[in-house]
Structures are given as C-alpha cells and as structure tokens.
C-alpha cells in the first residue's frame, strides 16, 4: 500500500511538473509575439533620380508603410541622381547596415540590389519589365528569391492604338529614348511593332544621356509626324528641353506616362506612380510582419487611365478624342 501511494504521489508531481513547463512555454511564446509585433524596422530607399513619376512612387510607398506600421519604420532615403553606378553605392551601404527591406525605385535601382544582396527582401517599383530588367527568360511573373515588386508598364498595344487615333494620318513616328535603359528599350520595341501592323513607319531616335538628348530630339523632329516616348527615367528628368524642341517645331508627342505628358506631351495611357509606390507599401508591410513570403509574391501592376495636356493641345491646335481626362495642374 505505501508503495502504491508513493507511486501516486510521483506521478501526480510529475504531472504538475509538466503542467508548469507547459505554462512558462506558453507565456514564452506569446512573449516571443509580442517582441516581434512591437519591433522597429529599417527599410532602405534607393531612388534613381529625383523627377514627378519616381517621387510619387516613394511617396505612395512610405504613406503606405506608415500607414501598416505606424511608428515602427525607420526610413533610410537616398537618391542616385540619375547615376546607375550611384544605385549600387546606395545599395551597397543598405547591405552593409543589414536593413530589413530594400525599395528599390526603377530599374537600375532593382538590377544593383538584386547584384548586392540574395537575402534582404527587394522590393521594385517604377520598373517596366521584370523579366528584362533581370534577364530572365520566359518570366511568369513572378521573380522568386529574395525579389519582387510592382510594374510600371501599360498596355503598349494600347498605347500605338491611340497614336493612331490621335494623329490617323501620320505616316511617319519617331521613337525617342534612352539606349542606356533596357526597359525603355523594350517599349519602344513593342510600340515599334504595333504601329507597324498598323501601316505605320517607325524611326528609333535613341540618344545616350543628356550630352546627345538635344541633338537628337532635334533630329527626331525635324524627320517626324509624331514622337513617341516610353517611361524613360533620362526623358523623364528633362522634359523642358524636350518641349523647347518639339513645340517650336509644331510635332506632338504622345508619352507613356503622365510626368512626361505634363512636361512635354499631348496625350499618355499612364499609370499613377503613387498608387503604384502605395501598392508596394503594402507589400513590404505583409513581407516585414511575416505575413507573406516574398518568394512567392507575383509582380503587381496598376490599372492605366488615358489622360491629355490641355494646354500643349490647344498650342499645337488639337481636338481632344472622347474618353481622355485632363492631366491635373
């Protein structure tokens, strides 16, 4: 009998033994949760130039962040002034001070982060195409990795259509960018040939940097109906001497974003970048509170709205089709 009680009292020890152990695992956890709910983040912000379409993007993505995470992001905001060799010297230090999450705000801010790290989440944005961008072959959509982000890019079949109707008489386009950017690269192509099965001859008017921007622009003018320009981040920052050729010369232009549009355009089917910067925002939230894997998020993209610079139009005498709002002042 004394054996069998103190049997008993053994397991009945043991038992509360457990029952404790079990308890302090619980309060661990929930204390484990708890730190990472209440964590602050570093997120680093690589922009490649400071122009209306890449600001707007940074802007969205932050208001986005701030909004998810309130008080818990630390920004760390740099810009390359159009230099791609400064995109890696940005990002380069953000790998250093081991951030949490890269923004990486066009193209040659995604290519020098995707170079410099394989483990801090990238994000992009204000880029045109993935796949280009990042030389894969067949892209599905999504990256995989460390890597994925949003897109840019219109509908450019769309965009030749309305070039068409706008100027349905004109037999010769120019198509005006910069040779350094793949993605614009990569539009121009695509344009190229829609326009073609359209009965449209195409020219490339490609210039380098700034250096050749003017001469050529006044090449592409003086040998054009219509000029079209794609998201071109080196257009993009300088669209005022852009129209001091165009305009003089009579020849409308036709852009594949609205910052461009505002400055030297007539007409664009764009995006908004801060609805595209904000769209990313909320991606990098769900990626630093553990909510999504960023391995298996797919490119997003934002839906495109046809838009119009009222007063180029009235200076070069054109009548506006049905169905474009005015790109606001």
């Given amino acids: 009998m004394k054996k069998l009680i103190c049997s008993l009292l053994a397991l009945i020890l043991a038992l509360s033994l457990c029952a404790c152990g079990s308890s302090n695992a619980g309060s661990s956890a929930a204390g484990g949760s708890s730190a990472a709910e209440g964590k602050t983040f570093v997120v680093g912000i690589c922009q490649l130039a400071q122009h209306v379409a890449l600001d707007a993007a940074t802007k969205g993505f932050r208001d986005a962040l701030e909004q998810a995470l309130p008080g818990r992001v630390k920004f760390e905001e740099k810009n390359a002034s159009g230099e791609s060799t400064n995109c890696a010297t940005i990002i380069n230090g953000f790998v250093s001070e081991n951030v949490d999450l890269i923004m990486a705000n066009a193209t040659p801010a995604l290519t020098a982060a995707a170079s410099a790290t394989s483990t801090i989440p990238i994000l992009g944005t204000s880029v045109t195409a993935y796949g280009v961008a990042l030389d894969i072959p067949n892209f599905n959509g999504t990256v995989g990795g460390n890597i994925s982000g949003t897109s840019d890019l219109a509908d450019l079949k ?18 005006l960018f910069c040779s350094a950017e793949a993605n614009s690269r990569y539009q121009v192509d695509e344009v190229k040939k829609a326009l073609e099965v359209l009965g449209v001859s195409c020219t490339e008017f490609a210039f380098t940097d700034t250096n050749d921007l003017a001469a050529v622009t006044q090449n592409a003018a003086d040998n054009s109906d219509v000029i079209y320009i794609p998201t071109d981040n080196t257009a993009a920052n300088n669209v005022e001497s852009i129209a001091n050729i165009l305009l003089p010369a009579g020849v409308p232009a036709v852009c594949g974003e609205e910052g461009i549009c505002a400055g030297c355009g007539v007409c664009t089917l764009s995006i908004s970048y801060y609805d595209l910067g904000f769209t990313t925002g909320q991606m990098a939230a769900k990626i630093l509170t553990g909510e999504a894997n960023i391995s298996t998020m797919a490119i997003e993209y934002a839906p495109a709205a046809k838009k119009f610079n009222a007063a180029l139009c009235e200076q070069l005498g054109l009548t506006v089709p049905e169905g474009y709002q005015e790109i606001a002042k």
């Fill in 158 to 175: 769309a965009q030749a259509e309305m070039l068409k109707e706008w100027f349905p008489e004109a037999k010769k386009v120019g198509l």
